[in-house]
């Protein structure tokens, strides 16, 4: 069983940076391909930005690739999601996922934090 912890979340101006960091616990971290996805109010959960094991492979939205960077730090059992260039529509509550598949999907994952708020003012 893993356990999910996501932090960073806040309100920033549109333009504005934030770094999301999600930590493992209760599991082999570097067992699982690590997941961030987003849901907005009204709106389905949507796949945000994923990244393989090793950290090597990442994998992005086109709504987000070239502003967000997603990383791992397997030694600290921690994701990492930096988000740069915020827009208003980048609002919604961000979820850190876990998979032992590759998957972008959300049916895919097996475990799932509890979210964190990012609200971007334009």
């Known amino acids: 069983q893993v356990q999910l912890v996501e932090s960073g979340g806040g309100l920033v101006q549109a333009g504005g940076s934030l770094r999301l960091s999600c930590a493992a616990s209760?599991?082999?971290?570097?067992?699982?391909?690590m997941g961030w996805f987003r849901q907005a109010p009204g709106k389905e959960r949507e796949f945000v930005a994923v990244?393989?094991?090793?950290?090597?492979?990442?994998y992005y939205a086109d709504s987000v690739k070239g502003r967000f960077t997603i990383s791992r730090d397997n030694a600290k059992n921690t994701v990492y999601l930096q988000m740069n260039i915020l827009k208003p529509e980048d609002t919604a509550v961000y979820y850190c996922?876990?998979?032992?598949?590759?998957?972008?999907?959300?049916?895919?994952?097996?475990?799932w934090g509890e979210g964190t708020l990012v609200t971007v003012s334009s």
């Open positions: 990244i393989n094991w090793i950290g090597d492979s990442p």
């Open positions: 996922a876990a998979s032992r598949l590759y998957r972008a999907r959300p049916e895919s994952m097996d475990y």
């Open positions: 209760g599991g082999s971290f570097s067992n699982y391909h």
